[in-house]
């Protein structure tokens, strides 16, 4: 966690123009404004924890404590490749800011670009831990917790969806007129999950946690690239000074 708010901060300095002190206590008069700015951001982040993290507990609820307790080991796993998935597009989010004001399509270019070379990065990824996951696990956790090796390679491919829908969420969060509408898209996604889990889960127990999983990132990412691509194509259609029409 250290090192990777380091190199966060280190990207920060690096990739944007921005010196100076963080902290400095004159504008701490301004952190309410900032609160108040971004309370539609902090909603989101709770419907996020209903699609990303609910699935857990609905699981030990709804089917049994031991298929809870396996379907964890499958989350650890995933914790650790998503802890290196998601400081990827922060990294860049600076990036994402100084690319808005060499002109708004030339953003949208950037950020398609990045998503394609992902996806085929990623796309190879997801397939190598479809056939890995489920020969290794056996072999790192024992034949107790060999049903959630399944569900851990699906958790992995979910992961990288979410990586790759970041690359528009987090671009959209450079334009706050934009921040209701990742708000009710995450809530949409929340009840979408709920949904499909409480249906599922007493069924098919820790396949249906992951799957829902995959399908909300996946709900995610085509949300975020519908909102990014009616942004841009609003933006052009006024014309702005500065944005050439395509």
């Not at 489920?134 to 990586?163: E, H, Q, T």
């Not at 709900?219 to 609003?234: H, N, P, W």
Request: a positive charge.
């Amino acid at each position: 966690s250290s090192v990777l708010t380091f190199i966060y901060w280190a990207a920060v300095f690096k990739l944007t123009s921005f010196r100076g002190r963080f902290f400095v206590l004159d504008r701490w008069g301004e952190a309410w404004g900032l609160i108040l700015k971004s309370r539609w951001l902090f909603l989101s982040a709770l419907a996020i924890y209903v699609y990303n993290g609910l699935d857990q507990p609905l699981l030990g609820w709804l089917h049994s404590l031991e298929e809870q307790g396996r379907y964890r080991t499958a989350v650890r796993v995933t914790d650790a490749a998503q802890g290196f998935l998601t400081i990827l597009p922060s990294i860049f989010f600076p990036r994402f800011i100084e690319w808005r004001k060499q002109g708004e399509e030339f953003f949208w270019n950037r950020q398609r670009k990045m998503v394609l070379g992902g996806g085929l990065l990623g796309g190879g990824a997801a397939l190598a831990g479809l056939i890995l996951i489920p020969l290794l696990y056996p072999f790192v956790f024992g034949p107790l917790y060999v049903r959630a090796a399944w569900p851990c390679a699906i958790l992995v491919s979910a992961k990288i969806v979410d990586a790759l829908g970041q690359v528009f969420s987090l671009g959209l969060m450079t334009d706050h007129a934009f921040d209701k509408a990742i708000l009710f898209a995450t809530l949409g996604t929340a009840v979408f999950s709920l949904a499909l889990n409480l249906l599922f889960i007493p069924r098919f127990g820790m396949y249906t946690a992951a799957t829902v999983n995959l399908l909300s990132e996946t709900l995610m990412l085509g949300v975020c690239f519908g909102l990014a691509r009616r942004r841009i194509r609003g933006i052009l259609g006024r014309n702005l000074p500065g944005v050439p029409r395509p």
